[in-house]
């Protein structure tokens, strides 16, 4: 069964300061690979994906991700933070074939000083 | 284009009550599911529908908890009687469902449960 494993349950980042969630995933085939923020009292918010191609990823708000297969990490980017990205970040794997089975992992708070 | 809604947005009840949370997914989205994300924790799949019928279910807690999606279209998640360890936010997603091709799946606001 796939899994999600993201080791770091809080980051605390100054506004401006470049930023890198950790991902690892377990799973026996190349899996879809998501990245969702979660803001107060909301529900998920798509932030990018990886289906397949290109193993570097661009999304909204200026987030990057990376697959990296030999590491089975889709690590998340941001080159400068601002305080309003301050959020709940989720990665989530799926498995390619079949009925969609999205499982997340525990989440990483991040926190923006000023 | 509508999002997926979900109703109500919070609940409050007392233990052994009964109660049922309500989505309605993105129109023409066949994949529709429900996860339970207890607070500092990821959300957990709790059961997940393809048109009308479930294709998981393995994490359903089946003595107390109960899910239908009727004419393949809107669901209802229903928890009774309910216990503490259910407070919880109870979100509901759907996505296209093709089998393997864009399963990208989009969430409602989640209905936020307390139970005291």
């Known amino acids: 069964a796939q899994s999600v494993t993201q080791p770091d349950i809080h980051i605390t980042v100054s506004e401006g300061a470049s930023l890198e969630l950790r991902c690892n995933y377990s799973?026996?085939?190349?899996?879809?690979l998501f990245w969702y923020v979660q803001s107060p009292g909301q529900g998920l918010q798509l932030l990018l994906k990886?289906?397949?191609?290109?193993?570097l990823v661009q999304g909204i708000k200026g987030f990057e991700a990376e697959f990296k297969r030999s590491q089975s990490s889709f690590n998340q980017r941001k080159p400068s933070v601002h305080w309003s990205d301050a959020a709940e970040y989720f990665c989530?794997?799926?498995?390619?074939?079949?009925?969609?089975?999205?499982?997340f992992g525990t989440g990483t708070r991040l926190l923006v000083s000023p | 284009e509508a999002g997926v809604a979900q109703s109500p947005r919070y609940k409050i009840i007392e233990k052994r009550q009964s109660v049922a949370f309500w989505c309605n997914p993105i129109?023409?989205?066949?994949?529709l599911y429900w996860y339970q994300q207890i607070l500092g924790q990821g959300p957990k799949l709790l059961i997940q529908?393809?048109?009308?019928?479930?294709?998981?279910d393995s994490q359903l807690p089946k003595d107390r908890f109960s899910a239908e999606r009727l004419k393949g279209v809107d669901s209802t998640l229903k928890i009774q009687p309910a216990k503490l360890e259910d407070s919880a936010v109870y979100l509901c997603?759907?996505?296209?469902?093709?089998?393997?091709?864009?399963?990208?799946?989009?969430f409602g606001q989640g209905t936020r449960l307390t139970v005291v």
């Open positions: 799973y026996g085939a190349t899996p879809y």
């Open positions: 997603a759907s996505s296209p469902g093709d089998r393997g091709r864009n399963t990208e799946a989009f």
């Open positions: 990886y289906f397949s191609g290109d193993t």
């Open positions: 989530a794997v799926a498995q390619l074939t079949g009925f969609q089975k999205l499982v």
């Open positions: 129109s023409g989205h066949a994949t």
């Open positions: 529908f393809q048109n009308n019928g479930v294709v998981d």
